[in-house]
Nanobody, 121 residues
């Protein structure tokens, strides 16, 4: 799988926004789908969003629909996860993974360090 680096996390208050980045090192993302996942303390890793190769389609988990959007900048080899109206339950470490299609956590063989998102008042 393609090595990726997650960034953009931080500590925000409920209702605020963050934009996460998932950047490929040395590889084009033109032929890959990028999936975002998160893991909250004490919980299993779960899928959040995905964008298909070429950006033609996307998927969002029900808890984030209407609040998160996903986009791709092929020139920068970066996928963005724009998170609006953040809630405390969005707290967790966010990871991304590249594959030829959107994947579930059990299909990922190598994880990056992720980026921490903390939503708290």
């Amino acid at each position: 799988q393609v090595p990726l680096v997650e960034s953009g996390g931080g500590a925000v208050q409920p209702g605020e926004s963050l934009r996460l980045s998932c950047t490929a090192s040395g590889f084009s993302l033109n032929y890959y789908a990028i999936s975002w996942f998160r893991q909250a303390p004490g919980k299993e890793r779960e899928g959040v969003s995905c964008i298909t190769s070429g950006g033609g389609g996307s998927w969002h988990a029900d808890p984030v629909k209407g609040r998160f959007t996903i986009s791709i900048d092929n020139a920068k080899k970066t996928v963005y996860l724009m998170m609006n109206n953040l809630k405390p339950e969005d707290t967790g470490i966010y990871y991304c993974a590249a594959d030829y299609t959107c994947v579930t956590p059990d299909m990922v063989t190598s994880w990056g360090q992720g980026t921490q998102v903390t939503v708290s008042s």
